[in-house]
């Protein structure tokens, strides 16, 4: 797989701009060349599993000088996120998407928005990691707006302002990186860090970072721009935006940069972990009182990250235990793989929702269970897994979080992770009341199961939710040990320059 990884950039922007030529003949074609190209990453990415770590050194240009690609455990495990859900998404987006106009437009932003998320994952480049990301981020804004309305264009404009915002920042940091060691390669950035240690300029670059990656991740208070932007975009866009877009461009940079180039430290350790509970507290409280279907989803996005973002925290101490920082990262890495299937599923299920009833106004809804029973299991067992209900997958990535927040000697961020545990089951129990329990609405009496390109991604995801809940030893095992030691294995990440 080494020589074909440059593909998982090139293929997607090829078939953006090749999507756009061939539709004119054509606008089935547009479905068939986004199934094709998802399908082949997805393919890809399982595969890229089973690869020792490598680097990839663009046109043979060896590191620090050229353009460095790197797969280890954490990448290859970001590349079966992004690639799986895209797949499912673009499957659901067949029929949804059909009440749009513009769709091979849609396709080939999207596309893009994979490349970009790719290609986050995959350099080993500050400046290639800064473009990658913008790309992603422009495909992003404009499939925010792509319904065209007041509201989408509202929340796509203000959803550009804060990103620009961010984009700003992350592009700062690296100038002032560049101005200090001369240098964008990953792991050359690490290893003069070392020597340079942690002046008030590398300080000065590392809150730059947080705030920017952090705003990319809609942590609190750096959250405005998502309550507005998932509820506004099409389903399959707001389970990508959920599922996967602010885990490859936030979470996963904050890992990526905090590990493996500026290394641990009991300020940023704090930071994060005070950003974390609070967004778990503020994204819960908030998602209680939501009567909208997928801005109550948007809410709780905040809150679930806030879990990943306390465990890297936590991870990012200098003196934790080594047995402590490795269980809080996987924990946090495993929560970041299951909210992206079992947030997926619900965005993806409100899709379905909207689709055949015409609102997400959750008083309006009501006995769904009756007349679309695939969708409604599908969002029960979507609900049950992010309430952290055994044996769904969600309920053992928390419990490891909150295990490790405990055994840090962290009682009252322990006891925080314990509370939103409690507040998220309340607000899904509500949430199952109001659209799949309940009366039905006369206005409802002749509505019927969604599409069966609609119900195949939910079908699969849930599957995953249960799946991943009872085989979670063999994945923390095949999986999730592999990502967490490339994190906590800064000089490995370092020798990349000069192993090859």
């Known amino acids: 797989m080494q020589t074909y990884y440059p593909l998982f950039t090139a293929i ?10 061939l539709s004119k003949i054509s606008m089935k074609v547009s479905d068939y060349i986004a199934f094709l190209v998802t399908g082949i990453l997805a393919v890809m990415s399982v595969k890229m599993l089973f690869e020792a770590p490598f680097i990839y050194a663009v046109g043979n ?14 990448s290859s495990l970001m590349l079966v996120v992004i690639n799986v859900i895209g797949l499912l998404a673009v499957i659901f987006s067949f029929k949804y998407m059909a009440t749009y106009t513009a769709k091979p437009k849609y ?13 986050v994952v995959i350099t080993g480049d500050m400046f290639n990691l800064y473009v990658f990301l913008e790309i992603a981020s422009i ?36 100038a002032f990186l560049y101005s200090m060691t001369g240098t964008l390669n990953m792991p050359d950035l690490a290893q003069q860090l070392e020597v340079i240690g942690m002046t008030k300029t590398v300080g000065f670059v590392v809150a730059l970072f947080i705030m920017g990656f952090g705003l990319k991740a809609s942590a609190v208070p750096f959250h405005a721009w998502l309550p507005d932007a998932h509820p506004s975009a099409p389903a399959p866009i707001s389970a990508m935006l959920s599922g996967v877009l602010i885990k490859a461009l936030g979470i996963y940079t904050i890992m990526r940069i905090m590990f493996n180039i500026v290394g641990k430290n009991e300020l940023i350790s704090a930071i994060i972990m005070f950003l974390g509970a609070l967004s778990m507290v503020i994204g819960g409280l908030l998602a209680i009182g939501q009567k909208d279907f997928k801005r109550m989803l948007a809410y709780s996005s ?4 806030g879990y990943v973002l306390i465990a890297i925290g936590l991870a990012l101490k200098p003196g934790a235990e080594l047995v402590v920082a490795t269980l809080a990262l996987i924990g946090g890495l495993f929560h970041l793989v299951n909210h992206a299937v079992f947030k997926s599923l619900l965005f993806l299920a409100s899709g379905a ?10 008083e309006k809804l009501g006995g769904l269970i009756k007349k679309m029973p695939v969708t409604g299991a599908a969002t029960a067992i979507g609900s049950l897994s992010i309430a952290g209900i055994p044996p769904f997958n969600g309920f053992w990535s928390k419990l490891i979080i909150i ?46 199961e969604a599409p069966f390109t609609m119900v195949l991604p939910l079908v699969i995801l849930a599957a995953l939710c249960l799946a991943m809940g009872i085989g979670y030893m063999a994945i923390e095992g095949q999986l999730l040990d592999s990502a967490a030691s490339a994190l906590l294995d800064k000089m490995a990440y370092m020798n990349y320059l000069i192993g090859g």
């Open 12 to 21: 997607p922007l090829a078939a953006a701009f090749l999507n756009l030529l």
């Open 61 to 74: 240009w060896r590191p620090p000088f050229g353009i460095l690609l790197v797969s280890d455990g954490l």
């Open 107 to 119: 396709f080939s932003l999207f596309m893009l928005m994979i490349a970009g998320m790719n290609g």
């Open 139 to 174: 495909a992003s804004y404009a499939l925010v707006g792509f319904g065209t309305g007041k509201k989408e264009l509202e929340a796509s404009f203000k959803y550009l302002i804060l990103g620009g915002v961010a984009s700003t920042a992350v592009l700062f940091g690296i």
């Open 302 to 305: 905040i809150s679930q990250m």
């Open 353 to 362: 929702v909207e689709y055949r009833t015409g609102t997400r106004d959750l």
């Open 403 to 448: 295990l490790a927040l405990f055994r840090g000697g962290y009682w009252i961020y322990g006891t925080v992770g314990v509370v939103v545990g409690f507040i998220t089951l309340i607000y899904f129990v509500m949430l199952q009341k109001e659209v799949l329990f309940g009366k039905l609405p006369e206005s409802l009496s002749k509505v019927k």
